[in-house]
Nanobody
Framework: QVQLVESGGGLVQPGGSLTVSCAAS????????MSWFRQAPGKERELVAY????????NYKDSVKGRFTISRDNAKNTVYLQMNSLKPEDTAVYYC?????????????WGQGTQVTVSS
């Protein structure tokens, strides 16, 4: 059974830093690309960052480039999103995502989300 559990959200002041984590289980973690999405109130969920299974390739939403870093520890089945120079517009629920090919189709799996609030 695929499970994704996020942690590490919280309240941080503008300009501050925060790292959120996602612990995965139920699949071969090192073989699967992982992503972080976020959803702010009244807005659609958007892709923030992506990392391949081996961690060799990453990609970021333009507005977070240079401020956010996605990484993974395949020995711990965990993916991280380090967020620096946070802005109020980064406030959202952050979700990790795994897309798995099961039963002859692609399936998206999500965690429960972790709230990140950037405010003074």
């Amino acid at each position: 059974q695929v499970q994704l559990v996020e942690s590490g959200g919280g309240l941080v002041q503008p300009g501050g830093s925060l790292t959120v984590s996602c612990a995965a289980s139920g699949f071969t973690f090192s073989a699967v690309a992982m992503s972080w999405f976020r959803q702010a109130p009244g807005k659609e969920r958007e892709l923030v960052a992506y990392i391949t299974g081996a961690g060799s390739i990453t990609n970021y939403k333009d507005s977070v480039k240079g401020r956010f870093t996605i990484s993974r520890d395949n020995a711990k089945n965990t993916v991280y999103l380090q967020m620096n120079s946070l802005k109020p517009e980064d406030t959202a629920v952050y979700y990790c995502n795994a897309r798995l090919y099961i039963h002859s189709r692609w399936n998206d799996y999500w965690g429960q989300g972790t709230q990140v609030t950037v405010s003074s």
